[in-house]
T-cell receptor
């Protein structure tokens, strides 16, 4: 089955700096790559996603890049703010429901 | 819409007791997913339903776990008997006509502690 690796597991950045989280996957047939944000005490919530026919997608301060050849994709958050502090999960979908990475705990230090 | 509703939000029980977790998906959604979240294993898919029918339960850890969806607006996840290693946060999520591009909407989760 699909295997998703996510790095780093924890990340601390100064407010205003950028944060990058990376994921790799194993199944070349996978075609949908969403990112979820989980705030304390809440369920994960979709923040951005990308399909396999697109290399990059941007939504204000967040962007996702996809390299299908290398089977990895990344989440980029620019101009980080304290409210960006949360756990971020990448996920991959092919012929089965979403397979999630183990998450990255992002701390934005004011 | 109220979103996905889960109850209880917190459950503390003793080993050997039966535990029932409940979920109400978003109205109109035809897929329902149960996940378990732990520090060690992250988010694991336990089982999912389509139109109230279980499609894949390969993630259910043991026969002690069972899930039902008697109608489109209600699902239960039952653990009997419960064990301390079942302690985790259990999430229910729903989506509409899951294909490659449909968002899953998660409930707030049930934090289960088995003593």
């Amino acid at each position: 089955g699909e295997n998703v690796e996510q790095h780093p597991s924890t990340l601390s950045v100064q407010e205003g700096d950028s944060a990058v989280i990376k994921c790799t996957y194993s199944d070349s047939a996978s075609n949908y790559f969403p990112w979820y944000k989980q705030e304390l005490g809440k369920g994960p919530q979709l923040i951005i996603d990308i399909r396999s026919n697109v290399g990059e997608k941007k939504d204000q301060r967040i962007a996702v890049t996809l390299n299908k050849t290398a089977k990895h994709f990344s989440l980029h958050i620019t101009e980080t703010q304290p409210e960006d502090s949360a756990v971020y999960f990448c996920a991959v979908r092919g012929n089965t429901p979403l397979v999630f990475g183990k998450g990255t705990r992002l701390s934005v230090i004011a | 819409d109220a979103g996905v509703i889960q109850s209880p939000r917190h459950e503390v029980t003793e080993m050997g007791q039966e535990v029932t977790l409940r979920c109400k998906p978003i109205s109109g959604h035809d897929y329902l997913f149960w996940y378990r979240q732990t520090m060690m294993r992250g988010l694991e898919l336990l089982i999912y339903f389509n139109n109230n029918v279980p499609i894949d339960d390969s993630g259910m850890p043991e026969d002690r776990f069972s899930a039902k969806m008697p109608n489109a607006s209600f699902s239960t996840l039952k653990i009997q008997p419960s064990e301390p290693r079942d302690s985790a946060v259990y999430f229910c999520a729903s989506s509409f006509r899951t294909n490659a591009y449909n968002e899953q909407f998660f409930g707030p989760g049930t934090r289960l502690t088995v003593l």
